[in-house]
């Protein structure tokens, strides 16, 4: 099956929530989001029309792009939040160039191996990599320590560690582990 990778509309936010709250009930979500199915189910329908708002092509601090398949159905999701050395940090450590952070990705379980993964990632870095000045320098993004399966994928796609490590917030002695791609020269 052929998807169509795009930006959503910001009138796409009843979407968004949807296949955010599907993230959020997988059985891994635990170890792969920062957040919780049941304090995003409470959110109000204005915080979703603001995020999905914020990361439409008219937002400027972040871009969520999904896999469309031909019914219309999203299949996947990927965020990119840009990070500037002076923005408040959000999560992780302080960004030190201009560089844009990957977070919320999910892909259903039923389109797993067909490649929307590897299409998402290809979309979002060269979103990234065509930002304007200042030039962003890398993409990053954090993985819990087990979650092996999306580590590999991270690894396979191009990321590497960079060292960093955060601690998973109320998760005693749990990290997250920072891999970078860096712009290529030229």
């Given at each position: 099956m052929s998807y169509l990778i795009r930006t959503i509309r910001a009138d796409e936010w009843e979407r968004?929530?949807?296949?955010?709250?599907?993230?959020?009930?997988?059985?891994?979500?635990?170890?792969?989001?920062?957040?919780?199915?049941?304090?995003?189910?409470?959110?109000p329908d204005s915080f979703w029309r603001e995020r999905a708002e914020g990361a439409s092509e008219s937002g400027t601090s972040a871009r969520q792009f999904v896999a469309e398949a031909p019914d219309g159905s999203w299949a996947g999701s990927i965020t990119l939040l840009v990070e500037r050395p002076s923005d408040e940090v959000r999560f992780g450590e302080p960004a030190k160039v201009d560089q844009t952070h990957i977070v919320g990705v999910y892909v259903r379980p039923e389109a797993r191996g067909t490649g929307v993964i590897d299409a998402l990632f290809r979309a979002g870095v060269e979103w990234s990599w065509s930002l304007p000045e200042p030039v962003i320098r890398r993409v990053r993004l954090y993985v819990h320590?087990?979650?092996a399966r999306a580590a590999a994928f991270y690894r396979r796609f191009g990321f590497v560690e960079t060292g960093e490590r955060v601690a998973v917030p109320g998760d005693d002695g749990a990290r997250e582990v920072e891999y970078e791609v860096l712009r290529p020269a030229g």
């Open positions: 968004c929530r949807e296949i955010r709250l599907a993230s959020l009930q997988d059985p891994v979500a635990k170890i792969a989001f920062l957040d919780t199915y049941e304090d995003a189910v409470k959110r320590e087990d979650n």
